[in-house]
């Protein structure tokens, strides 16, 4: 089956630090990729997605790269301010189902001034 | 203003007692799911419902029972055969792509 696989947290950083968080997946097919941030108290949002192999999705300074060859789609931002501090979340959605997502557990940044 | 709401934001329940957390949304999206999220274990799927009328188990159904009689609403009851309820619970809806869009959630504890 599907899964996830994401670094774990916390992710200790300091205000203008460069960040990486790094995802792994394992799919039958050729899934959609995303990161999702969830800030404290609240539900999830979209943060980026790629739905093919060597696309960028970015958004507010993050970014990642849909990696076929390791199966990967790192999170990175160069350089984080105090309101990134959040729970991020690594998911795959394989497009030949139901658009039922995995999700990896979720790694939780936290950037101090 | 489109969107999802969940209520109430904090639920407290008692021993043995039925309760039902609200999900309603106006984005015209025809899927719904419940998630069940527990510090460092991500979401867990408990229900989805693709289209009204219709609804299926996900990976945690025991103790949970919904409804989805308008495309608008998709409650959750949890029973009291859910022996561990405490946790923070997410309703998500999608317009059959694979992007999902959360509510604010609902935390729910135990007396």
């Known amino acids: 089956g599907n899964s996830v696989t994401q670094m774990e947290g916390p992710v200790t950083l300091s205000e203008e630090a460069f960040l990486t968080i790094n995802c792994t997946y394992t799919?039958?097919?050729?899934?959609?990729l995303f990161w999702y941030v969830q800030y404290p108290g609240e539900g999830l949002q979209l943060l980026l997605k790629?739905?093919?192999?060597?696309d960028k999705g970015s958004n507010k300074g993050f970014e990642a790269t849909y990696r076929k060859e390791t199966t990967s789609f790192h999170l990175e931002k160069g350089s984080v301010q105090v309101s990134d501090s959040a729970v991020y979340f690594c998911?795959?959605?394989?497009?030949?189902?139901?658009?039922?997502?995995?999700f990896g557990r979720g790694t939780s940044l936290i950037v101090h001034p | 203003d489109g969107g999802i709401t969940q209520s109430p934001k904090y639920l407290f329940r008692k021993e043995g007692q039925n309760v039902t957390l609200s999900c309603e949304q106006n984005l015209n999206h025809d899927a719904m799911y419940w998630y069940r999220q527990d510090p460092g274990q991500g979401l867990r799927l408990i229900y989805y419902?693709?289209?009204?009328?219709?609804?299926q188990k996900g990976d945690i159904a025991e103790g949970y029972s919904v409804s989805r009689e308008k495309k608008e609403s998709f409650p959750l009851t949890v029973t009291s055969a859910q022996k561990n309820p405490t946790a923070f619970y997410l309703c998500?809806?999608?317009?059959?792509?694979?992007?999902?869009?959360f509510g604010p959630g609902t935390r729910l504890l135990v007396l």
């Open positions: 799919a039958t097919g050729y899934p959609s």
């Open positions: 998911a795959l959605s394989d497009r030949g189902g139901s658009y039922i997502p995995t």
């Open positions: 419902s693709q289209i009204v009328n219709d609804f």
């Open positions: 790629a739905t093919k192999a060597d």
């Open positions: 998500a809806t999608s317009p059959g792509s694979e992007t999902q869009y």
